[in-house]
Nanobody, 120 residues
Framework: QVQPVESGGGLVQPGGSLRLSCAVS????????LGWYRQAPGKERELVAS????????NFADSVKGRFTISRDNAKNTVYLQMNSLKPEDTAVYYC?????????????WGQGAQVTVSS
């Protein structure tokens, strides 16, 4: 079992910055990838960014490239999402996810979500 717990959401003005943190507990040695997803009202959940635990390879949605960065601190078992130049369309609930592969099957563990609101 793996348990991600997000923190750091809140209200920010357009153009501002915010950093989300996700502390992961449990069988962390089995995690192959960590990711941030978001879901706005009336929309489907979408990938924002992800990072592999082995090589640190990152992947970003086109809508956030150049504005968001994802990083991890292995010593703290924590993954971060730094969000800069925030736009109102970034408003959503952000979810941290941990992907575990066991004998070819991928299991996804989700955090409870953190609300990010970008508004003046």
């Amino acid at each position: 079992q793996v348990q991600p717990v997000e923190s750091g959401g809140g209200l920010v003005q357009p153009g501002g910055s915010l950093r989300l943190s996700c502390a992961v507990s449990g069988s962390i040695f089995s995690i192959s990838r960590l990711g941030w997803y978001r879901q706005a009202p009336g929309k489907e959940r979408e990938l924002v960014a992800s990072i592999t635990t082995s090589s640190g390879r990152t992947n970003f949605a086109d809508s956030v490239k150049g504005r968001f960065t994802i990083s991890r601190d292995n010593a703290k078992n924590t993954v971060y999402l730094q969000m800069n130049s925030l736009k109102p369309e970034d408003t959503a609930v952000y979810y941290c996810s941990a992907f575990v592969i066991v004998t070819g099957t991928t299991y996804t563990y989700w955090g409870q979500g953190a609300q990010v609101t970008v508004s003046s």
